[in-house]
């Protein structure tokens, strides 16, 4: 193997200039650095810049033995990887040689303590750290150059060891807290400096409460310090309050100067006490009686959410003790104040605006994806929880998340994302800070820059200035999709708005709770609740977070006690499936939304028990939508595909109609999906089970008669408000077989074989099983229950033109094709459409025919004891009503009017509306009751969950049932006797409409 020349080692080291340097290893310098390969390089942010500040440094120490030795001891890691990542921390160690100590003695990050940082920084001040009140041994220039030394050394020691650990994400909080624990230590020796300079500190109590990041012990390597100041006297013959606190406020505004005037050692940060009472416009310091007066009249709810990090850091740490002790319980409660999350939101709103558009997409700190991100959901959901969850009282971001997410408020997965997520986010930061030591939160764009950050992160798979990119954009993306679904989840102002009490659902604050919002059995939901959250598992915590806010939810439909009672069978149903209490918790609407359907209809209640996957849907209403046909025939052929047995194959179109029928129900009772699309998709559903049902019924019918195959193609059609597109809940299907043999086939065979089919999709629809049954009738075909179950098209064809009757012909107005052979089913319509619209329509005798058969079903069909004007079907201008009409007026005029050619009642009202066969107002008046009733008897079925019984038919008189109607409808529940008056007049306005058309000598106007 070749042996590779200097060059090529430097710049596989990652030189990007290793001809310059080349030259700086070859200055007489050079020979202090312990003859350093260029493989030591390797590991560094940036080589070229380490080796040019090591050259500085070894023309600036005046012995060379304290270098050699650090470069050949443990500390040189530590040297090389400060130098080669700070241009600013190099620039400290040249000035001070004698800081190459630092590297020599590592630090253990996790050892870092605040006790620790104190008793050093006063130390180094010439002050007695054991004093309690300490002062230092001079107030001048040099005791504050001391005290920044002492800081920047510990600094580089903090440094040095966060860019040489194993692993840079882990250590990110021990190097936040470290940093955090050298800022107190900086501001208690700055303290004991200004003690020197003003008369009479010596009987003042001054605390330094940090807060923001310092208060969390999650500070970054350049930031302002958020502080505030509380005093007292130390003395019980001392000055009074207004003395006290001028000399106190001399003392702050000492201690400022401290850490940020001009002097010889750079400024450390600014102080600022911005986050005190009344902010700029406040005094400066207070006393802690102040303080409290201030938050428990005037703060407003940002200001508690500041108090959340709030940590005495440096002073008069009892008087700070005494501060927290007073506050903090307030910070617990701020999240009942009015509008607290809809406040807390605008101002997150509010940051992320005020960011310029040009920084938007490199703004690590305020814009969209960034660390704000993360810290406003975890302290939103800390203070909304936090009322009655102790465990989540603390201060650090990612102990909080920690906290949040074993307690349930936040999901594993989702917590572990936004765990690593917010560590990425602070390496970054960190690592942008180091290199200038500036108050920076912009991700570079230049690639020199880029590519000395990724070098010096620390994380796997990050090696070049494009892998940092794609790591800062996958995760600022991350961070703000899950924001987006935690903070703004719709449970939180809600939850917000109770009381602590109803949060914790204290039996006795509970049961009257219940019973002012309106369960009329308290004492049985109390039950309820008791057996959802007891326990320790995961699922109990999440219902109880859930729980408190959810009985509010239920209490906003009419049956909130049998919502409950739905919601607990529900629950125990699906145990400990993670996704359901997720989705429940992280769904958006999701949970309220079933609230609502689960107190408002018995229907869904019971169908979301056999099929709990559908509560999913709730998380996006584009899942209620009605599924496209094309989609779910894909569907069914693929279910099919798995499947032999003839009920296997009907029951995957059972399936998915019960699927797409709770789909309908859920977007119907949401008033997602109007009424006209909400029976266009029962319909549909109908379609596929009988598409389904027509193929198992093929080979269960050769089977039966031991035939080897089909004879025939088969066609079904659907009739009635099955073939309109018009199907309630309840209906049934009413459909007519038909097939065409094959050829050669004799067609007595045929026709043995499709009566066997017909019989058998019969058979396999309404099968006992998993899926609900789905009633196929079949009266509707040539000759009725007399005539064969199916017929070949010639045989229909003739028995039209021979001996068909009046109503076969009306009838037939809603035929279409809707399961089978689709060339046959082209064929059948071109057949009847002939037949059902004839040319000059109807003749007097047949017009006459139709009034009577009318006539008939109004006085016989109508149930005993069932009021006439309350039926909704065959009342006085209810559906039949409407339908026959309509139907009369397409038997005497669609043969001249194409637009009246559908099998569609309201799309035939408007086309005879638009031709000039009835009035705008009459067609008006028709459509307006029969869509009424239509929708009363579809949410007859869903209120009450039942589809067989003769009610459903009925228009309801109960208040609780009309309190049901009502709130399905999307009305007030003052409005509940309203609806009956709305329909019978409805229906009356209707009948005069009918008495003038289908009644008239003259049907057209």
């Known amino acids: 193997m070749r042996e590779q020349s200097p060059t090529s080692r430097l710049r596989k080291a990652g030189f990007s200039d290793p001809l310059r ?3 700086l290893l070859a200055e007489p310098a050079s020979a202090q650095l312990g003859g350093l390969d260029p493989e030591d390089f390797a590991p560094v942010a940036d080589p070229d810049q380490c080796l040019l500040a090591l050259i500085r440094l070894a023309e600036a120490c005046a012995d060379s033995t304290g270098l050699e030795s650090c470069l050949r001891g443990p500390g040189r890691r530590g040297l090389l990887a400060v130098l080669g990542m700070s241009s600013v921390l190099g620039d400290f160690v040249v000035s001070h040689p004698g800081a190459l100590d630092v590297f020599e003695r590592r630090v253990r990050l996790e050892d870092v303590t605040l006790a620790g940082e104190r008793r050093s920084a006063l130390t180094a001040v010439g002050a007695d750290p054991d004093d309690d009140v300490p002062v230092a041994a001079s107030g001048g220039h040099d005791a504050i150059n001391a005290m920044r030394a002492h800081y920047f050394e510990r600094i580089l020691s903090i440094a ?33 400096v200004a003690r020197v300079g003003v008369p009479g500190a010596e009987n003042v109590g001054l605390t330094i409460v940090a807060m923001g990041k310092t208060g969390a012990c999650e500070l970054n390597y350049v930031s302002d310090v958020d502080v505030v100041y509380v005093a007292r006297s130390l003395s019980d013959e001392g000055p009074d309050d207004e003395a006290m606190l001028a000399v106190a406020t001399k003392l702050a505004s000492a201690v400022g100067r401290a850490v940020s005037a001009p002097a010889y050692e750079p400024a450390l940060w600014m102080l600022d006490a911005g986050l005190r009472p009344e902010g700029k416009d406040g005094p400066l310091v207070r006393t802690l009686d102040s303080h409290v007066t201030y938050y428990k009249r005037w703060a407003k709810g940002w200001e508690f959410q500041a108090l959340l990090k709030a940590r005495p850091i440096a002073g008069d740490l009892e008087l700070g003790r005494a501060y927290l002790d007073a506050l903090w319980p307030m910070v617990w409660d701020a999240a009942g104040h009015e509008n607290f999350v809809e406040d807390s939101r605008a101002m997150r709103k509010r940051v992320e605006d005020h960011v310029p558009s040009k920084e938007e997409r490199r703004q690590l700190k305020l814009g969209k994806g960034g660390l704000r991100d993360v810290e406003f959901t975890v302290q939103l959901l800390q203070l909304v929880h936090g009322r009655t969850d102790v465990s989540l009282r603390v201060r650090p971001t990612l102990q909080a998340l920690a906290c949040l997410r074993d307690a349930g408020y936040v999901a594993r997965g989702d917590a572990d994302l936004l765990d690593r997520d917010y560590r990425i986010l602070r390496v970054l930061e960190h690592r942008i800070q180091l290199r200038r030591l500036r108050r920076s939160h912009l991700v570079p764009t230049g690639e020199d820059d880029m590519r000395r950050l990724a070098r010096a992160m620390g994380v796997p798979g990050c090696a070049s200035g494009e892998d940092l990119e794609r790591l800062w954009q996958d995760t600022r993306r991350q961070v703000r999709a899950l924001h987006r679904e935690i903070y703004y989840r719709p449970l939180l102002p809600e939850a917000a708005r109770l009381s602590a009490d109803d949060i914790a659902l204290k039996e006795s604050s509970a049961k009257a709770r219940l019973e002012a919002i309106g369960y009329r059995n308290a004492s049985g939901a109390l039950e309820h609740i008791k057996t959802l959250t007891a326990g320790v598992s995961r699922t109990a915590a999440i219902q109880r977070q859930l729980l408190p806010v959810m009985l509010g939810w239920f209490a906003q439909g009419p049956e909130p006690d049998a919502g409950l009672l739905a919601f607990r069978l529900l629950s125990e149903k699906m145990g400990g499936t993670h996704w359901y209490m997720k989705t429940l918790r992280d769904g958006g609407a999701a949970a309220e939304r079933l609230c609502l359907l689960l107190s408002s209809s018995r229907y869904i209640a019971e169908q979301l028990t056999r099929l709990p996957e559908s509560i999913s849907w709730l998380a996006d209403t584009r899942e209620l939508m009605p599924r496209a046909r094309d989609d779910l025939e894909g569907e069914l052929d693929s279910m099919i595909s798995r499947r032999s047995d003839p009920s296997g194959v009907a029951g995957a179109g059972r399936y998915l109609r019960r699927r797409e029928l709770l789909r309908t129900a859920m977007g119907q009772s949401l008033r997602v999906v109007d009424p006209v699309a909400s029976r266009a998709a029962v319909s549909q559903a109908a379609d596929i089970a009988l598409e389904a049902a027509l193929r198992g019924a093929v080979p ?15 066609l079904v059609v659907a009739m009635g408000r099955m073939g309109g597109r018009e199907m309630g809940y309840a209906s049934d299907a009413d459909v007519v077989f038909l097939h065409e043999p094959h050829d050669g086939v004799g067609p007595d065979a045929a026709a043995r074989m499709a009566n066997e089919v017909a019989a058998q999709v019969i058979r396999l629809l309404g099968e006992t099983g998993a899926e609900p049954p789905l009633p196929a009738d079949a009266d509707l075909r040539p000759e009725g229950r007399a005539g064969p179950l199916c017929r070949s098209l010639d ?13 076969e012909r009306q009838a037939l107005l809603r035929a279409r094709p809707c399961a089978g052979d689709a060339e046959l089913g082209a064929r059948f319509t071109a057949l009847v459409d002939g037949f059902r619209y004839p040319r000059g329509g109807l003749d007097a005798d047949a017009v006459r025919e139709v009034r009577r058969m009318k006539a008939r079903v109004e006085t016989e069909r109508i149930p005993r004891g069932i009021d006439p004007q309350r039926h909704l079907k ?13 139907q009369l007026l397409q038997l005497q005029h669609a043969g001249d009017h194409p637009r009246l050619r559908t099998t569609s009642t309201l799309d035939a009202l408007t086309a005879a509306a638009d031709v000039g066969l009835v009035t705008a107002d009459q067609a008006d008046r028709l459509s307006c009751a029969w869509d009424l009733a239509s929708r009363l008897r579809d949410l007859n079925v869903l209120g009450t969950g039942r589809t067989s019984a003769s009610k459903i038919d009925v228009l309801a008189h109960d208040l609780r049932d009309l309190a049901v109607l009502s709130f399905l409808m999307g009305r007030d529940d003052s409005d509940r006797h309203d609806i009956e008056e709305e329909y019978l007049r409805a229906a009356r306005r209707s009948r005069g409409a009918v008495e003038r058309i289908f009644y008239g000598k003259d049907t057209r106007r």
Request: net charge negative.
């Open 700 to 714: 269960a019918a050769c089977a039966r008669l031991g035939a080897d195959g089909p004879l025939s193609r088969y």
């Open 21 to 23: 340097a080349s030259r």
């Open 160 to 192: 040095a060891a966060d860019l040489t650990g194993p692993d840079s994400l882990a250590a990110m909080p021990c190097v936040s807290a470290a940093i955090s624990h050298a800022v107190g230590g900086a501001l208690e020796a700055a303290l004991a």
């Open 795 to 807: 045989s229909y064809a003739e028995y039209i033109d021979r001996w068909a009757h009046t109503w």
């Open 874 to 886: 065959l009342g006085r201008g209810g559906l039949a009503d409407v339908e026959w009409t309509v």
